[in-house]
C-alpha cells in the first residue's frame, strides 16, 4: 500500500464520515456521465462558447436541490456547490449541529452546504440528477477530506490551493502544512482524473480581491498551476477577477493566458488543458441594484474580451445581504443574454502594459526559482516568508503587507510601494509615474480607502 493510499484511509476515518467505500467511488468515478466533467465541457465548448457559473449554497439537501432547479431553468452550465464555514474549518461537530438545527426549524443556520455532513451518498443523488458540472468552492486550508466527499458524490471541479485558501482568508493558519496537504489533494485528483474525463484544477484569482496588482495576482496563478501539473493533473483554471478598469483586466488576461502556457510547457507539461475563468466584481457592490445590474453586466462584456472560458457571477443582492435563489438565477440568466449578443468584439491590446506586466511577472517567478530550496513548495514558501510575494490586505501573520497600492487616474492599480517584492526598477518607476504622489501622507490614504470602495 502507497503513502498516500494510507494517508487516505487515515483520513477518511473521521468520526463524523460515513464508511467510505474505495472501489465503489472508483467504480462510480470510472463510469460517471461526461456531462458532469467541466473538463469534458471545456473541450466541447473550446472557442466557442463561455460557461457561466454562479455562486451558491444552502445547508439543507432540500433547499441546495431547489436552488439547482432555479438555476437549471435559468440556462446555467456550471452548478455550485458553496461549502459552509464550519465545513471549511474542519469543525464537523458544529456543522452537522448547525444542519440539525437547519432542517428542523426551517432556518438556515449555516451560511452555505455542510458537504461532509450530508456525505457522498446522499450528495451524489443530488449531483447525478441534475447531470450537470458542478464546482466546489470552499476556502478551507485543510481540504482532504472534504475533497475525498466531493469526488465520491461526482463533483469534479476543485477550486482553490494552498495559498489563495490560506493568505486571504486566514491568519495563523501554517503555510507549510496547507502545501503539504494540497499535495494530497492534487494528487487524489490526479489519480481519479485517470479513470474517466480528468478533474479539473481552480486557483482562487481574486485573493484578498483588495488592491492586488495583476503580477501578484498572475505570479500566485501561475505557482498553484505549476504545484498542481507536477502531481499529475492534465486539467487546470487560472483565473482573475475584475479589477476596476476595463483596460487593465484585459492585459492582465492576454498576460496570464500567454505565461500560463509558457510556464506549463517549461516543465514539461505542455499537455495539460490550462483554461481562464473571470470572476464578476468581488469588491463592495453599490447598494443601488441599477448600478450593481451595470456593474454585473460590464464585467460580462470584459469577460467576452478577455477570452474567457468560465465566467462566474454575482448578483445585484451582493450589498444588502446573502443573494436569495431567485436573485442568483436572475444573473444567470442575464449574463447568458448578454454573452448570446457579443459577438464580434474587435481585439484590444496595449503592448507597454503588457510588456510592463511580462517582465514584472517574470521576474518575481525567477526570484521563486532562484531560491536554494529543493522543491516547489518550499521555494514558494520561503519566497511568501520574504516577502517576494506580498499579497495586499492578506490577514496572514506570514504575509508582509509592505506593498502598497493606488489607482491611477484610469483607475489601474499601481504599486507605489514594492516592499521585498524584486519587481525591476523600469516597472516599478513606470508605475508611480502614473500616480500623483506629491500628496501627503494623509491624503494618500484617503486615496486608497476611495479605491478599495471605487464600485459603490
Same mark, same amino acid.
Given at each position: 500500500?502507497?503513502?498516500?493510499?494510507?494517508?487516505?484511509?487515515?483520513?477518511?476515518?473521521?468520526?463524523?464520515?460515513? +464508511?467510505?467505500?474505495? $472501489?465503489?467511488?472508483?467504480?462510480?468515478?470510472?463510469?460517471?456521465?461526461?456531462?458532469?466533467?467541466? @473538463? =469534458?465541457?471545456?473541450?466541447?465548448?473550446?472557442?466557442?462558447?463561455?460557461?457561466?457559473?454562479?455562486r451558491g449554497g444552502f445547508p439543507t439537501y432540500e433547499k441546495q436541490h431547489a436552488l439547482y432547479e432555479f438555476f437549471l431553468k435559468? &440556462?446555467?452550465?456550471?452548478?455550485?456547490?458553496?461549502?459552509?464555514?464550519?465545513?471549511?474549518?474542519?469543525?464537523? +461537530?458544529? +456543522?452537522?449541529?448547525?444542519?440539525?438545527?437547519?432542517?428542523?426549524?426551517?432556518?438556515?443556520?449555516?451560511?452555505?452546504?455542510?458537504?461532509?455532513? =450530508?456525505?457522498?451518498?446522499?450528495?451524489?443523488?443530488?449531483?447525478?440528477?441534475?447531470?450537470?458540472?458542478? @464546482?466546489?468552492?470552499?476556502?478551507?486550508?485543510?481540504?482532504?477530506?472534504?475533497?475525498?466527499?466531493?469526488?465520491? @458524490?461526482?463533483?469534479?471541479?476543485?477550486?482553490?490551493?494552498?495559498?489563495?485558501?490560506?493568505?486571504?482568508?486566514?491568519?495563523?493558519?501554517?503555510?507549510?502544512? $496547507?502545501?503539504?496537504?494540497?499535495?494530497?489533494? %492534487?494528487?487524489?485528483?490526479?489519480?481519479?482524473?485517470?479513470?474517466?474525463?480528468?478533474?479539473?484544477?481552480?486557483?482562487?484569482?481574486?485573493?484578498?480581491?483588495?488592491?492586488?496588482?495583476?503580477?501578484?495576482?498572475?505570479?500566485?496563478?501561475?505557482?498553484?498551476?505549476?504545484?498542481?501539473?507536477?502531481?499529475?493533473?492534465?486539467?487546470? @483554471?487560472? !483565473? #482573475?477577477?475584475?479589477?476596476?478598469?476595463m483596460m487593465q483586466d484585459i492585459v492582465t488576461g492576454a498576460v496570464l493566458k500567454k505565461l500560463a502556457r509558457h510556464y506549463a510547457?517549461?516543465?514539461?507539461?505542455?499537455?495539460?488543458?490550462?483554461?481562464?475563468?473571470?470572476?464578476?466584481w468581488m469588491g463592495a457592490f453599490p447598494m443601488n441594484r441599477d448600478f450593481a445590474d451595470q456593474l454585473i453586466n460590464m464585467s460580462?462584456?470584459?469577460? !467576452?474580451?478577455?477570452?474567457?472560458?468560465?465566467?462566474?457571477?454575482?448578483? *445585484?443582492?451582493?450589498?444588502?445581504?446573502?443573494?436569495?435563489?431567485?436573485?442568483?438565477?436572475?444573473?444567470?440568466?442575464?449574463?447568458?443574454?448578454?454573452?448570446?449578443?457579443?459577438?464580434?468584439?474587435?481585439?484590444?491590446?496595449?503592448?507597454? %502594459?503588457? %510588456?510592463?506586466?511580462?517582465?514584472?511577472?517574470? $521576474?518575481?517567478?525567477?526570484?521563486?526559482? &532562484?531560491?536554494? +530550496?529543493?522543491?516547489?513548495?518550499?521555494?514558494?514558501? &520561503?519566497?511568501?516568508?520574504?516577502?517576494?510575494?506580498?499579497?495586499?490586505?492578506?490577514?496572514?501573520?506570514? &504575509?508582509?503587507?509592505?506593498?502598497?497600492?493606488?489607482?491611477?487616474?484610469?483607475?489601474?492599480?499601481?504599486?507605489?510601494?514594492?516592499?521585498?517584492?524584486?519587481?525591476?526598477?523600469? *516597472?516599478?518607476? #513606470?508605475?508611480? !509615474?502614473?500616480?500623483?504622489?506629491?500628496?501627503?501622507?494623509?491624503?494618500?490614504?484617503?486615496?486608497?480607502?476611495?479605491?478599495?470602495?471605487?464600485?459603490?
Amino acid at each position: 500500500m502507497s503513502l498516500l493510499q494510507e494517508e487516505r484511509k487515515i483520513i477518511l476515518s473521521n468520526e463524523f464520515v460515513d +464508511a467510505f467505500d474505495f $472501489a465503489e467511488v472508483s467504480d462510480f468515478v470510472k463510469n460517471a456521465s461526461k456531462e458532469l466533467f467541466i @473538463s =469534458h465541457h471545456f473541450k466541447k465548448n473550446k472557442n466557442k462558447k463561455m460557461l457561466v457559473q454562479p455562486r451558491g449554497g444552502f445547508p439543507t439537501y432540500e433547499k441546495q436541490h431547489a436552488l439547482y432547479e432555479f438555476f437549471l431553468k435559468a &440556462n446555467v452550465d456550471v452548478l455550485p456547490l458553496t461549502v459552509d464555514s464550519n465545513t471549511r474549518l474542519n469543525d464537523y +461537530a458544529t +456543522a452537522q449541529k448547525m444542519l440539525r438545527l437547519s432542517e428542523e426549524n426551517n432556518i438556515d443556520m449555516l451560511n452555505g452546504y455542510p458537504l461532509v455532513t =450530508h456525505g457522498y451518498r446522499t450528495t451524489r443523488k443530488m449531483i447525478t440528477h441534475f447531470d450537470k458540472p458542478v @464546482s466546489l468552492r470552499h476556502g478551507t486550508p485543510d481540504a482532504r477530506l472534504l475533497i475525498e466527499t466531493a469526488i465520491a @458524490s461526482g463533483i469534479f471541479e476543485i477550486e482553490g490551493g494552498p495559498i489563495t485558501y490560506l493568505l486571504p482568508y486566514s491568519k495563523n493558519f501554517p503555510l507549510d502544512k $496547507a502545501f503539504l496537504y494540497w499535495k494530497y489533494v %492534487e494528487r487524489v485528483c490526479a489519480n481519479y482524473s485517470e479513470l474517466n474525463e480528468p478533474i479539473n484544477r481552480e486557483s482562487f484569482g481574486p485573493l484578498t480581491a483588495t488592491m492586488v496588482p495583476p503580477s501578484i495576482t498572475i505570479v500566485i496563478q501561475l505557482l498553484e498551476m505549476l504545484l498542481s501539473l507536477e502531481e499529475g493533473v492534465k486539467s487546470f @483554471s487560472v !483565473s #482573475f477577477a475584475q479589477q476596476g478598469s476595463m483596460m487593465q483586466d484585459i492585459v492582465t488576461g492576454a498576460v496570464l493566458k500567454k505565461l500560463a502556457r509558457h510556464y506549463a510547457e517549461e516543465i514539461g507539461c505542455g499537455d495539460a488543458d490550462i483554461h481562464l475563468v473571470y470572476h464578476q466584481w468581488m469588491g463592495a457592490f453599490p447598494m443601488n441594484r441599477d448600478f450593481a445590474d451595470q456593474l454585473i453586466n460590464m464585467s460580462t462584456v470584459i469577460a !467576452s474580451m478577455v477570452g474567457a472560458d468560465k465566467i462566474i457571477t454575482k448578483t *445585484c443582492e451582493e450589498a444588502v445581504g446573502i443573494p436569495t435563489k431567485e436573485a442568483n438565477a436572475k444573473t444567470v440568466a442575464n449574463t447568458q443574454y448578454t454573452l448570446r449578443i457579443l459577438n464580434g468584439l474587435p481585439p484590444v491590446v496595449d503592448e507597454e %502594459e503588457e %510588456e510592463i506586466l511580462t517582465l514584472e511577472v517574470k $521576474a518575481i517567478m525567477e526570484a521563486v526559482f &532562484n531560491d536554494p +530550496a529543493d522543491t516547489l513548495w518550499r521555494k514558494v514558501f &520561503n519566497c511568501i516568508k520574504s516577502g517576494i510575494i506580498d499579497v495586499p490586505f492578506s490577514p496572514h501573520i506570514i &504575509n508582509h503587507n509592505e506593498m502598497i497600492t493606488l489607482r491611477d487616474a484610469q483607475k489601474n492599480i499601481r504599486i507605489i510601494k514594492r516592499g521585498n517584492v524584486p519587481m525591476p526598477d523600469r *516597472c516599478y518607476e #513606470f508605475h508611480k !509615474s502614473k500616480c500623483d504622489l506629491s500628496k501627503d501622507t494623509t491624503s494618500i490614504v484617503n486615496d486608497i480607502i476611495h479605491d478599495i470602495g471605487i464600485m459603490q
